[in-house]
């Protein structure tokens, strides 16, 4: 048996890959490991720079981008594009891939012991470095993350449906525990923060009153409302029991865009979603459709059950009077 086996499975997934996604979940198992010692392995949370999207560094983020760029360096990554690093790095030049990575998703929860995680998406590496990740997010060859929560997991599709392998902290082994996640279609469960309402764009703001008006409103039903502040969490949530999320653009400088990074944040994402039954819009059309013209681009986000992305996409189509109508009044969804 190899290192490799011992780590996960690798007969689900194509020969080439299974060493990049072993060194993966090697990494995500020391990550988990130091994230369930929490404040005992020292001020995870504390700020220690800027990266380039003006986000600030947290000593985790920081401490995760090294270790995954460190064990890549022996697998089949030629270019590693990281949400820490301005640049593209090249990692080994025989390289035939291109991983793009958020390596510590949710920095904000890092010291409240909330779950976190770390996105990935995986390209054939082109002709130059920049190019390998400036593409068409279709052109993804794996996209996933890993959750460190109450407990670990690698969420992860080859473009055959999208598979979870749970870590067993006693074998220390990820363990298939969901070969063909399908989100659910039936829930009534929204996520987006609420806090930017006044920020968002006219069909943003109706969506969001049509569902927090509940049964009193053109919807006719009730709704929750859930906001994490890690994408990976809420992408799980969404992933096991439906429901829909936002990171809309909005009129805050800097947020024209939204907040979310398209390379190693929403395609990786999209490409998960789509796989298990979902869509995944920038409000309108596919993210999987589209690409990145630069590393660090943002890109609005909705992504969920197919029935609720599509709606959010038809107040987009709305004419100006019937979004800036109170709910009360606004006739096309009534009924
Ligand atoms: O604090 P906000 O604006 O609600 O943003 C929350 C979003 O920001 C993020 O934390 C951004 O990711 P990072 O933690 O990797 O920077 C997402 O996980 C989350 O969805
Ligand atoms: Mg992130
Ligand atoms: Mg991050």
Known sequence: ?????????????????????????????????????????????????????????????????????????STGVRYYASEEQDDVVELNPDGN????????????????NVSIGTIFAIFEAA?????????????????????????????????????????????REYVLTNER????????????????????????RAYVDDCLAGDTGPRDRNYNMR??????????????????FLYPGDARPGYERGRLRMIYECAPIAFLIEQANGKATDGCDAILDQKADTLHARTPFVFGSAEKVDRVATYHDLPDEEVSALFGQRGLFRG
């Open 97 to 112: 891939y291109a991983l793009a990575i958020d390596p510590l998703d949710g920095s904000s929860n890092i010291d409240v």
């Open 181 to 204: 996640m399908s989100i659910p279609e039936t829930s009534l469960e929204f996520a987006i923060n609420a806090s930017n309402y006044r920020h968002w764009s006219k069909p943003i």
């Open 1 to 73: 048996m190899t290192t490799t086996d011992k780590v996960i499975a690798v007969d689900r997934m194509p020969a080439e890959l299974a060493p990049i996604i072993a060194a993966l979940c090697e990494v995500g198992r020391d990550v988990a490991g130091i994230i369930a010692k929490g404040p005992l392995a020292g001020a995870l949370g504390a700020g220690v720079g800027e990266n380039l999207g003006g986000d600030q560094q947290k000593a985790l983020d920081v401490i995760a981008d090294d270790m995954f760029a460190e064990r890549l360096k």
């Open 227 to 244: 906001w994490v502040a890690s994408l990976v969490a809420e992408t799980h949530r969404i992933l096991t029991r439906g429901g829909v």
């Open 127 to 171: 002709d130059g470095a920049d190019e390998s990740f400036l593409r068409t997010a279709r052109e993804q060859v794996a996209g996933g993350y890993i959750i460190f929560g109450p407990s670990t997991a690698l969420v992860v599709t080859f473009g055959d449906g999208t598979q979870m392998y749970t870590l067993d902290p006693e074998t």
